[in-house]
């Protein structure tokens, strides 16, 4: 299984909602194409998010895919593997890992 460190650059995206009333407009797509267009301006290989089962189509339908792999973050009790989120990502400057350990070298956002 292979490793990814901080040798690759990973930026992730956190605490993205929008309110019921303006869903199906299409923010979620115009903030994601915004993200992707400051993460490949500061040269990120890819990205990534976490997040629930019921969005996991939302973020397919954008181009980001399941992570099959660990990822590993820092705790105060030390680094940890996550599991209460799925993970997902999107190639930027390079093809997003599909599996193996991915160490966020620190704490989650």
Known sequence: MRCWTASRVALGIGGVMTHPAHRQRGHVRAALARAAEIFAQEQV???LL???SH???VYAR???RLFRGGVIVEQPHGPVVLTLMHTLVVGIAQEAPAGGRLDLCGKPW
């Open 45 to 47: 290989d890819f990205a």
């Open 55 to 57: 969005n996991v189509p």
């Open 62 to 64: 954008l181009g980001w």
């Open 50 to 52: 976490f997040c629930e």
